[in-house]
């Protein structure tokens, strides 16, 4: 990816759309962390009753998967208009990718 610098008028401009995709996303870590964990929670169940908890578990795995690929879809708006954070990278996208 390469660097684009940005004039006062078009960092301003671009700003409010920034905060947006950045307040989606931070909304989107908060709710993967919450079903990670109550998907965790139910496979540790899951020992003692196999068959009835197998189609929460692909039910939890699946949302999961569904919200990665919208943070994704966020974090490609964000590298479209030329900004992309490198804190953003380092914290939850790259634990995303584990």
Known sequence: MF????TLQEANDLLPSVR?????LQSLERECKTVHHH???VKKGALEEVNSRQEDIFLLETAVDF???Q???YVSQLEKTGFISKV???GWLISLQK
């Open 3 to 6: 660097n684009k610098y940005f």
């Open 20 to 24: 947006e995709e950045l307040v989606h």
């Open 39 to 41: 998907l965790q929670a």
């Open 67 to 69: 919200l990665e690929i």
């Open 71 to 73: 943070a994704q879809s």
């Open 88 to 90: 953003l990278m380092k």
